[in-house]
């Protein structure tokens, strides 16, 4: 953490809101799938095995992660009790003289310390690792189970035993504190943190931190999380009947309490208040002793910095409070360097991570021993902040077992991650539409001061699980769908039809149109036509038209499209055997080519072209005995040698075909033909197109940069020196814009383009992945590819490539209802005007991100209406128009705003907006701004929204509690902060994938789904309960895995029982797993079967095959491993969750004073 920035006080959190509904996807990671049982996460129940947990307060269950009703959490603390969303337990500095404690660092009581926890030996606890997004429904957050208990405060003073012997002792030691007394006799759990701990509260009171001298105590009457509320509680909220507000004052001195020496360099620095004193020098010096600093360097941009040491120091007297805010009073001389005067609330000192630190301070046996060192106050304890695994387990609880009904305006969806059914009646599926908020400012003035950006995640082509029906295709003839005569809208549920049926008012721009007489019928006594249930367009949110040749490009209807197959033969591509598995796969491969619905065979035709410094045509005409080969060697003016016999029908031409692919690795098995071209092969497969009149997607399968002469050459520009300097972006920016244009050319004629890359060296992504980027395509890279253990992924993100349901030359266009419009617009496309959205290609996986904002006002009364419309050629070669409705509702109130929110939507758009950034402003720029925002968003709920409540609290709306840990994960993400392994080549890649993920995507990629194995039901069908991202919840004996959507890694303990490593590797001891399988072996045991059965269950779940990592503990593999612990500090200067909480706080309390 930087060692000057301000401190912070100590935050309360907002409370619980109703649980957030969230979407399910198709099987989503942690959902039951079809015929699983929902629970798949079941709570977190603490710690890992072996280690037990410290006895919970009463009134703490874990499962709920909030004390519970009637279960009074009482902190028998001599200083106070908990206001309903405190924020957490304090741990108190070292007594003079003493060394610092290796781990639970001790703070006066009066700070909260926020710190990062290091990882011991035995890791369970909860991680202070920023988690990725995710979107926080409305109750806890993600990791099931792993509640966002607060943990009660505990006593203020709390002594410390001698550091326990071994972990077994420290088992002990926990077993035997109970949290909420005056005195707990046992040390932090090892791994839990350095720096006092405080725990901080549950998200939904508000909590005085320690130090401020007023506790407002968590009664008995305060409840549970509302998960079950009503969606809309406030956040905040004021004691309940029945709480008392105790407002005792800290004792301010503390007797054998000295400041350690400036020279000492205690690693957190602290935060001057907030009030406006100076920030103090940061302290130089160094550690102490086994301690590094916590937190980023001090030049790392907003990073959380380390709080400052207490100021309740000894010799330092009593005084008025500051500036009104009841706190320790400030120093009558002036404090120890690099100490300034703790605010209200403030987290106190932090601690830099002790890295081994295996109890409490080693050498201080007598630590607190009667006379006169306060016991420590506990450090901000990462159960009692909001939890991601424990919002997706309420919502999964409580919003999965019903459908999710689309009739009326404005609902929040269940969570992505919770499995659901869908039921359309009027409003599009969230599987097809989800955006930021349900319920949107009436003005725009509204909107400003909230800075919650108003956005859709749009995914036109979703695919739907199959109990739910896909969407309806309608046929008007040859008059065509019916629509408003001034704004073009499509008939849909919200026209409204007047005088008898005989014209209809657009719900979008409210002009009057006369019904066409074909389509004209009466209406009821409720004014709704009789034929409501028979037609899709006015009953349902989602449907198709069939489009008229109006529609289509030069007034006639298209061709079926086409695939080219493009593959790179130089020395590399077959030298690795990849040239072989490609022509052996497309054998098979191409009886699997989409086709509508009834159809007997693909309409789809297929080309072959092979390339190095030239280009080989083929000629595989049905008629011909063999194969014929035209070699253009003008790659400076590409054009296609032959017309007939180069697209053709895979069943006519099936012996041709066949004898070609056998022919091609035989061909090119001798080449010394090292260099490449890229340009001219799109141009190649870009003009085939033209000559057929037809779209198409070229598949290219492409091995290094290409440096041969020829349009688009390109040169190796990578550079880590630029990292983090002003011309960083000009690693994200294409070299050349020969691409551009020639993307633009492609769009123009449905000309799709898929890449697969399998570098060995810096390619230039940034560049070759422009015209897949905007022609809808995707991109797919294997570094390094080496046959074993690459060619399944390969392979299976090949097969899944070529079946998936595509449509071609789209163009999407989002239509509102007067007050807002669509302004800006996020994914892999190209625009050629401000409102059109234009895909060479769209296929079910791409989604489309669109901000809206106010050009006029909104009412509360009709709300606010969206329609989707996507106009694409089927892979039959029928052009259709799919239609998706959204209804949302309008709201003069900020509370009602916030209350509607989705998390996960909300970090998708701003992961979209700041991976754009990158583009145009230096990374630190683009980071800075992230944080300010989301500081902005939080600031206005509590100012607006939340009851008055002291400034050290923390308040969090409940629906976006997960808020700082998801946007603490985007920050940390490879492409704002890489670590030194990170190439070039992976941001621009990773930067390009995240652009068109869609929702489920994205909260899994920034916070990924961690699995306990070894708790795995064998004789149940669903998935072990997750649990948050942190190296404090593994176990040593214990074997987790942990997902990504683009990897799945297997960590496997140093202390597994050699009996489940023998069930699952097959090998006899720890020593002998082989880390590079890239694949469980089938063993006949229950326990492999269940462990391959959920990886299966896993891939099933995700757009591309995930590359399975097994990492041994303690093995070199484990540093990537740790880099997806995201609630952790990362190695690349990320802050952990914890640390970021804070960092968070005083940004908020900056802007509200």
Known sequence: MSVNQQAHTGPPYGQPQPGYQGYQQPAYGGQSLPGVPRSQYGAYNGPMPEYQQPVPPQGYFPSLGFPSKGSPVSLNSDSSSLAPNFIGSLRAPPTSGAPPPASGASHPSGHLAYSQFEHGDVQNGIPASAAPMQRPPASQPFLPGSGSTPVSQPSAFQQYGPPPASVQQLSNHMAGMTIGTATASAPPPAGLGYGPPTSVPPVSGSFSPPGSGLYTPYSATQGPPPTSVPQGLPVAQPPFPGQTVSTQRLPTQVPGFAPPPPSTGVGPSSYPPTTGAPRPPAMPGPPLPGQTLAGPPSSQPNHVTSPPPPAALAGLHPGPPMSGLHGPPPPTHPPQPGYQMQQNGSFGQVRGPQPNYGGAY????????????????????????????????????????????????????????????????????????????????????????SQVPLAAVIKPLATLPPEETLPYLVDHGESGPVRCNRCKAYMCPFMQFIEGGRRFQCCFCSCVTEVPPHYFQHLDHTGKRVDFYDRPELSLGSYEFLATVDYCKNNKFPSPPAFIFMIDVSYNAVKSGLVRLICEELKSLLDYLPREGNMEESAIRVGFVTYNKVLHFYNVKSSLAQPQMMVVSDVADMFVPLLDGFLVNVNESRTVITSLLDQIPEMFADTRETETVFAPVIQAGLEALKAAECAGKLFIFHTSLPIAEAPGKLKNRDDRKLINTDKEK???????????????????????????????????????????????????????????????????????????????????????????????????????????????????????????KHDDKLSEDSGALLQCALLYTSCA?????????????????????????????????????????VLSSPVKTVRDALINQCAQILACYRKNCASPSSAGQLILPECMKLLPVYLNCVLKSDVLQPGPEVTTDDRAYIRQLVTSMDVAETNVFFYPRLLPLTKADVDSDSLPAAIRNSEERLSKGDIYLLENGLNIFVWVGVSVQQGLIQNLFGVSSFGQISNTLSALPVLENPFSKKVRSIVDMLQGQRSRYMKLIIVKQEDKLEMLFKHFLVEDKSLSGGASYVDFLCHMHKEIRQLLS
């Open 877 to 917: 070669g029928q052009r259709r128009l799919r239609i998706h409705n959204l209804s949302l509702n309008c709201c003069t109130q900020l509370a009602d705003l916030y209350r509607n929110c989705e998390t996960d939507t909300l970090i998708n758009y701003l992961a979209k907006y700041a991976y754009r950034g």
């Open 362 to 449: 080693p050498g201080t046996p007598n630590y607190g021993s009667p006379p006169g060192p306060p016991p420590p106050p506990k450090r901000l304890d990462p159960d009692s902040i909001p939890s991601p695994i424990q919002v997706i387990e309420d919502d999964r609880s409580n919003r999965g077992s019903e459908p999710f009904v689309t009739g009326a305006r404005g609902q929040v969806p269940p969570l992505v991650t919770t499995n659901f059914l869908v039921k359309d009646q009027g409003n599009a599926s969230p599987r097809y539409i989800r955006c930021t908020s349900y319920n949107i400012p009436c003005t725009s003035d509204m909107a400003k001061q």
């Open 730 to 852: 000009t690693l994200f920016q294409p070299q050349t814009s020969f691409y551009n244009n020639l993307a633009k050319d492609c769009v123009a004629q449905g000309c799709c383009v898929d890449l697969f890359l399998f570098p060995n060296q810096y390619l230039d992504v940034a560049t070759l992945g422009v015209v897949p980027y905007q022609t809808g395509g995707s991109i797919y890279k294997y570094a390094y590819f080496q046959l074993e253990t690459d060619q399944d992924r390969f392979l299976n993100d090949l097969r899944r490539d070529v079946q998936k349901e595509v449509g071609f030359d789209a163009v999407m266009r989002v239509r509102t209802s007067t007050g807002i419009r669509a302004t800006d617009f996020f994914g892999a496309f190209y625009m050629s005007n401000t409102t059109d959205v234009e895909m060479a290609g769209l296929d079910c996986d791409k989604t489309i991100t669109v901000e809206f």
